[in-house]
């Protein structure tokens, strides 16, 4: 995906890195701390939307809190991730958060209430497979 191309919230997939997405804070709430692998860290989290949907963002470090319910924003180099069968975006270390004019989004009442959705491919050579048998489906008597 190229940096500087904008797209919809819908069309945000699990795994895509360098995300460019602008929208409408719908929520909005407190920084609080997490206890990491790597120590304390900081974070918020905020509903955004535009004329295709509604996404959760998780904001981390010195970002976390700086969003507020109402303002337009342009989030960059998010990444996208899968929680609980959802699509997320991370604004982490790389990623930056700029305000934008009102106009350039609509109006809260006019986002729809959709979200982006995990689909997983089934698994590879499930179809008749027990536990313990071989993955190339023949069985083997022992």
């Known amino acids: 995906m ?4 904008v797209i919809d919230v819908m069309s945000v997939k699990d795994g895509f890195n360098h995300v460019n997405v602008m929208g409408r804070v719908l929520e ?14 900081y974070v918020s989290e905020a509903i955004i939307g535009d ?3 509604r996404i959760k963002v ?9 969003l507020k319910r109402g303002e337009v924003v342009m989030l960059r180099n998010a990444s996208a991730v899968s929680w609980h069968g959802e699509v997320q975006l991370n604004v982490g270390e790389f990623a930056s958060v700029e305000r934008r004019d009102d ?17 997983r491919r089934p698994e590879r050579f499930s179809r008749g497979r027990r536990r313990g ?8 008597k022992r």
């Open 28 to 41: 909005a709430w407190e920084k609080k701390a997490v206890d990491t692998a790597g120590g304390v860290r």
């Open 2 to 5: 190229d940096e500087a191309e």
């Open 103 to 119: 106009a350039e989004a609509p109006a809260p009442n006019a986002i729809p209430d959709q979200r982006p959705k995990v689909y």
């Open 51 to 53: 004329s295709s949907g």
């Open 133 to 140: 048998q071989p993955s190339y489906g023949r069985r083997w």
């Open 58 to 66: 998780s904001i981390w470090g010195d970002k976390a809190g700086t």
